[in-house]
Structure formats: C-alpha cells, structure tokens
C-alpha cells in the first residue's frame, strides 16, 4: 500500500465513520476499486487503526463532556455521570463478546466482500429511513436502552453497517432524545476502538510493519482530522433530522456494490 492510497483511506475513514454511511463498508469498497492487495490480518490491522484515528478526534469533540464526566465519577456519587458510564460499559458487552469470540469469521468478511458491504448498506439505509420519521421523544439512556444499543453495535462490526448510523437509530426508534443518541453513540465506541487497537496491534507480530507504518500513519492523520470535521457535522444533522438523505446514499452505493459484484 502507498502513501497516496493510505491517505485516500484514512479521509474515508474520517468522514464515513461518524456519518452513518458505515465506514468500514466504504473501507472494503476503495480497497476493491483501488485494487488493494493485502493480507486479511495486515487490512484489518489497518482498519483498527484508522478507527483509532477517528476515537482520538472523539475525544477532541467531546472533551468538555469526557472531562465532566471523569471529574463526576472521582467525585464517587451515584450521579448522572456515573450512570451514563456504566450504561456505556453496559453497551460494549455485546460488541466484545464478538470481538473476542468470533475474530477469526469476522477478519475474513474485511477481504473486499463487496456483495456482504452492498447488502448491510441496504439494511442501514432501512435504519436510517425509519428513523428519521420516528416521533420526537426526550427520553432518558437506560440500562435496557443501552443493552439494545450495545447489541446493534455488535451487529455493526460486519462491514457496510454504519454503527453510527445502527446505533443512533436505534436509539431515537427507542424514543431517546436525537441529541442525546447522538452524543451516546459517539461516546460508547471510544473504549472498544481502544481496546480492539490494543488486541490488534498485540496479535501483529506476523506483519511487516516496517514497510506499512509510513503509510499507515499517513491513513492515521487524515482519519483524524476529517474525522473532526465529520464528528461535528454529523452532531449537526442528527438534531436537523436529516438522516434520510444518507438512507437514499446507502441504498444507491449498495445496490452500485451488489451490481459491480455480479458483472
């Protein structure tokens, strides 16, 4: 992989992660049109970094509410911030069961599966459409909100699933306030990116990491920045409830991959 295509992957990376068009699908899709030749192990060590490229540029969005948070929960009282921290802990169950127990099927399916990617677009683009017309509510995270949510996240590690765009519509289907489904989603991956990052990078002795770190940190930079930007923006359009616009996105670029996978 050159400097060029790392880069063109990490920009992907920034803007498709937080907008729900599933990064990880559009991941798959640049690497089968830019004719990507790699390893499953060394493609999907690649992907955790570029997930680790837009966890950073979370936490940069949201400081202000991480350090809020973290001065709450010194403070040792059963408040708000404590109860949103365990409601996030509660959400990554799910997720890192999978990771744990199914990494071998899962690192298979990141190998240009460009038919799995137009499907799982189809089936977000659902998602997102029935979100945008479900009725505004204001209610609260709970601890059964956020064992669902954490279960379509889990679902959302295929590739062409927006977790994202699965889990914030999920949670304004279950009646969450956009804002706060919003703020929720973007929070609740940061410690599984993490983690996951960690694992990866522990299991990568098998890969010549000489030769792709350049163009992995190239990825990494620009996953970070246009990952800012996107952060902001999707945060933006959650509270205009525009998702529809990104559900007619994913239905046109998954059937695009369905057709290109057939010809």
């Known amino acids: 992989m050159n400097e060029l295509t790392a880069l063109l992957l990490g920009i992907v990376q920034g803007l498709t992660e ?37 966890a950073l540029s979370t936490i940069v969005v949201f400081r202000k509410d991480i350090g809020e948070i ?50 799982m677009l189809l089936l977000t683009g659902g998602l997102l459409f029935l979100a945008d017309r479900a009725k505004a509510s204001a209610k609260n995270i709970t601890a059964s909100s956020a064992i669902t949510i954490g279960l379509l ?26 804002e706060k489904a919003a703020r929720f989603s973007f929070l609740m991956v940061i410690p ?29 930079v620009g996953a970070f920045i246009t990952g800012i930007i996107a952060c902001k923006w999707m945060i933006a359009i959650v509270k205009k409830a525009q998702l529809t616009y990104f559900s007619y996105y994913c239905f046109i670029v998954g059937l695009s991959a369905i057709v290109l996978h057939l010809l």
């Open 192 to 220: 599984l990116i993490f983690g996951s990052m960690a694992k990866s990078l522990m299991d990568a002795d098998n890969i010549n990491l000489e030769d792709s770190f350049f163009p992995m940190f190239i990825g990494f």
């Open 70 to 119: 973290i001065k709450d929960l010194l403070s040792f009282q059963a408040n708000a911030s404590f109860y949103f921290s365990i409601y996030i802990l509660i959400s990554m169950v799910p997720a890192a069961m999978v990771g744990l127990f199914l990494e071998e099927v899962i690192s298979t399916l990141f190998n240009q599966n460009i038919l799995l990617v137009g499907a």
């Open 153 to 178: 996240q889990a679902v959302a590690i295929l590739p062409g699933i927006s977790r994202s765009g699965a889990t914030i519509a999920t949670a304004v289907l279950l009646g969450i306030d956009k």
């Open 18 to 54: 937080f907008l729900p068009v599933s990064s990880s699908g559009h991941l798959e899709l640049v690497k089968a049109l830019t004719s990507v030749q790699n390893l499953p192990q060394e493609s999907l060590l690649f992907t955790i970094i570029l997930h680790g490229a837009t």
